[in-house]
């Protein structure tokens, strides 16, 4: 989707969500370099999405749960540090997140008619009114 035009984009997020009830965006360059353009057109379209970074959240995406981006760029350090100490990158070990965020943007999800359980609020990292 990268470089995709924006009229595209729309038809493509139309028919690709026609009859779906919900939406999960896994971790992907494409959907994060057009993040506003995607959450827009999705709540135009009155579609639960739940992302896999803060960032779609703050552009008026409903939730979104993932690894930490922090904990991400600790993981490729210590891969890093390991191989320029002479470690062959076939001897590390499969590293996997362990830290993990959930965020809820409220507005969003009144605007779409989502009532969020109040277990769900009190579990986020982080809730946008």
Avoid: C, W
């Avoid at 992302?51 to 552009?59: D, I, L, N, P, T």
């Avoid at 969003?108 to 579990?123: D, H």
């Amino acid at each position: 989707m990268v470089g995709t035009p924006p009229a595209a984009l729309a038809a493509k997020v139309a028919t690709t969500t026609a009859g779906v009830e919900a939406l999960p965006v896994g971790p992907d360059i494409s959907f994060t370099s057009r993040r506003v353009q995607l959450v827009t057109l999705v709540v135009q379209h009155m579609l639960p999405v739940i992302y896999f970074g803060r960032e779609f959240v703050e552009a008026s995406g409903i939730m979104s749960y993932g690894t930490s981006i922090t904990e991400q760029h600790r993981q490729v350090d210590i891969y890093t540090s390991s191989i320029l100490k002479g470690k062959s990158p076939g001897d590390l070990p499969v590293l996997y997140g362990s830290k993990f965020k959930f965020f809820i943007n409220l507005q969003t999800a009144r605007s779409l008619g989502v009532t969020v359980p109040p277990a769900l609020l009190a579990i986020a990292n982080e809730v946008i009114e």
